[in-house]
């Protein structure tokens, strides 16, 4: 029977991603783990995985191609024993196309179900794995062709009379693999499959998901009803990036109670021990003041955890180590990579590491579990000249600190007028998880870092 390869999610906000190039081609023989093909998500560029074996039938979605949603076929797969007839007729989503002699007569004008829309039970539940390119049989209207099965697990269930509506998958997007089969405890599965066959169906919401505006072609009418002139502009397209920014960005600033709280930090000290370091630093290193930042950012959370907090439904998660993640600016939006543990990092350690994250960001290089995530935001916009501003709340984040230019301004030291290198930092506090109080207490800490660099040494 026809495997078909699925547009992977590659992660939790993918919902579209381009087909950049295909690393097979038709009739080559493909094993479980053997790179398939590019991807480039809203994020990053990946090489993705085939989780099923058999032999490349047929390439659906050209490489090149833009905008591939999540679960559509791009190619198909034939198992090692099968004729390359079984694809006679093949029709993509749907398996073989029935014969004439078969097909039902429907009246003209009406509409015949079809397995390729979103609404087929082999497009619900969790993503495939980071990764790994899902893959479905084809097996025409057989109810069993909408259970996610290897081929060797749905002939073990058929030897051992086993429905494979009873039994929960492992695998990949709840695929079911030969070792579930193996385990399978009839006794135990067959009043939990009673008991899900009982239960009603659940309505789905029309209201799910968040609005960021006018649907796709609408932003010319939109305009308009904002008195902007016709022809006045040039419409260029949300591209995947900057559509999961703006969704994610009015969720959070629509859902989360934040506050910002400002303060000034002295940064002579900071300065005079940056050039210092450098001078003394291994070939290839060059600390930069936000290196600095990350880690006294990163002592400040573990000095202060009651900060290092994520809001959840069920209560407040307490991080147990300090997961920064920076802002950096790549052509159509912005990405945060993280530098994990960064309390636990030294200053040449967090340079390096950083450098490396960031060049591959602009790259879209980078994997999934280097972006998702962390515990806290660092965002830095003094090298433009920003003397303050204040940032959205990057969930599940509980805090993000907006850094401003370091510039001189006068100040008063002992009663006397002095001037002085000041940075001005806002915090942005996630009000659920970080009280006033809290957030003040942690930014002494931080500017106390900050304005005595030696400390961080410690």
């Keep these: 029977m026809p495997i078909e390869i699925l547009m992977p999610a590659l992660s939790p906000t993918m ?9 097979v081609k038709e009739g080559d023989t493909v ?59 093949y029709v993509a ?52 062709s909408r259970i996610k099965a290897s081929p060797l697990a749905k002939r073990l269930a058929k030897d051992a009379g086993i429905d494979l509506a009873s039994v929960k998958g492992t695998g990949p997007n709840g695929r079911i693999l030969k070792a579930d089969i193996e385990s399978f405890d009839a006794s135990k599965a067959a009043p939990k499959a009673a008991a899900k066959s009982e239960a009603p169906a659940a309505k789905a919401d029309p209201n799910a998901g968040t609005d960021v505006g006018p649907s796709r072609g609408d932003g010319a009418s939109y305009l308009e009803k904002l008195g902007v002139t016709p022809g ?36 002579d000290e900071l300065l005079a021990m940056r ?3 450098n001078a003394q630093a291994p070939e290839g290193v060059k600390v930069s003041v936000n290196d600095m930042l990350i880690r006294a950012s990163a002592l400040a959370l573990k000095h202060f955890p009651d900060a290092n907090a994520s809001y959840t439904p069920d209560g407040i998660a307490y991080h147990k180590h300090a997961d ?15 530098v994990r543990e960064a309390e636990n990092k030294g200053l040449s350690t967090i340079s390096t590491e950083m450098k490396d994250l960031a060049g591959r960001a602009r790259e879209k290089k ?5 972006y998702q995530g962390g515990t806290f935001s660092i965002s830095n916009l003094g090298m433009f000249g920003i003397k303050e501003f204040g940032s959205i709340i990057n969930e599940p984040h509980g805090m993000i600190l907006s850094v401003g230019a370091g510039a001189p301004r006068p100040v008063v030291k002992d009663g006397a007028l002095a001037v002085a290198t000041v940075m001005t930092v806002t915090l942005t506090c996630d009000h659920r998880v970080v009280d006033g109080a809290i957030g003040a207490q942690w930014l002494q800490v931080f500017k106390r870092f900050v304005e005595q660099p030696i400390t961080m040494m410690l």
């Design 15 to 23: 919902e579209e991603g381009n087909l950049t190039k295909w690393l």
């Design 31 to 89: 094993s479980s783990g053997d790179l398939l093909a590019e991807i480039e998500t809203d994020k990053a560029t990946m090489e993705v995985e085939a989780v099923e074996e058999g032999v490349l039938a047929k390439i659906l979605v050209a490489e090149g191609t833009a905008e591939v949603k999540v679960n559509t076929p791009i190619a198909v797969l034939l198992e090692d024993d099968e004729d390359a007839s079984v694809m006679d007729g």
């Design 93 to 144: 989503g749907g398996g073989s196309a029935p014969k004439a002699s078969d097909a039902p007569s429907a009246p003209q004008g009406g509409t015949s179900p079809t397995s390729g829309g979103g609404q087929e039970s082999d497009n619900s539940g969790p993503p495939p794995s980071s990764g790994e390119v899902g893959a479905k049989h084809s097996e025409g209207a057989d109810p069993s």
């Design 232 to 267: 006045s502009y040039d419409l260029v397209p949300l591209d995947g990036m900057r559509r999961v920014i703006a969704k994610r960005l009015v969720s959070s600033n629509q859902d989360v109670p934040d506050f910002p709280l400002v303060i000034d930090c002295e940064i």
């Design 275 to 277: 050039k210092q370091l």
């Design 324 to 338: 920064v993640a920076v802002a950096v600016a790549i052509d159509g939006g912005l990405i945060t990579p993280i």
């Design 366 to 370: 980078l994997k999934p579990q280097e």
